[in-house]
């Protein structure tokens, strides 16, 4: 009776990888001896930087149609709102709240871009070292800084994004509509412009 003797071969899954990297590895290195060759054929790495300044642009132009604020100052709501991480929505609500007048006063009290109410948050803003001063709430970055906390703090406790802009205004559900078209003009603003963007680097 013979021995069957079983011979211990690596799986196809196992022999794949080297070979994988080889070919990654010969792709890598062809790409850099292309560029080595060729100099003045380089990939177009530029494109997202100009799709960002045209969107920045057109978003800019959107404000401007929106509000009789001069164009520097809006250029620095636009600056402080993408600090935020939330961009679209935070100008969207300076917007509906203040027509992106830093100075905004409303008759129930409610200061600056965002709409800030001080009897109601200045304690906690101020425990966040947010803000030192009620004067404060009428500085463009210290008032977004502000709202973006306040919106924050709601949607954290509805993990609804309308609930918490009804919350964010006292109740009205029509103030949560009108900013969430507002965030929607902006986002087909942007999207025109990347669009042109993307249609200038074909040409």
Not at 93 to 98: A, P
Not at 160 to 186: E, F, H, M, N, P
Request: aromatic share 6%.
């Amino acid at each position: 009776m013979t021995k069957e003797v079983i011979i211990d071969t690596p799986s196809k899954k196992h022999s794949l990888i080297p070979r994988m990297f080889l070919v990654l590895m010969a792709m890598i290195t062809l790409t850099l001896a292309f560029g080595a060759i060729l100099p003045g054929v380089r990939p177009n790495l530029s494109f997202n930087a100009n799709s960002d300044d045209a969107a920045k642009k057109r978003i800019l132009d959107w404000m401007a149609e929106n509000s009789a604020v001069p164009d520097q100052v809006l250029a620095k709501i636009y600056n402080a709102a993408a600090v935020t991480g939330n961009r679209d929505l935070i100008l969207a609500i300076c917007l509906v709240e203040s027509n992106f007048n830093p100075h905004a006063e409303s008759d129930k009290g409610a200061i600056g871009l965002m709409g800030i109410m001080p009897g109601v948050w200045m304690n906690e803003l101020k425990k966040k070292g947010i803000i030192s001063e009620k004067e404060d709430l009428f500085r463009i970055s210290g008032n977004i800084a502000a709202g973006a906390h306040v919106l924050e703090t709601y949607l954290l406790e509805t993990n609804d994004l309308r609930k918490a802009l009804v919350r964010y205004v006292g109740g009205a559900s029509s103030y949560a509509t009108r900013v969430l078209q507002a965030q929607q003009q902006i986002k087909l603003a942007q999207y025109s412009a990347e669009q042109l963007a993307s249609a200038g680097s074909l040409n």
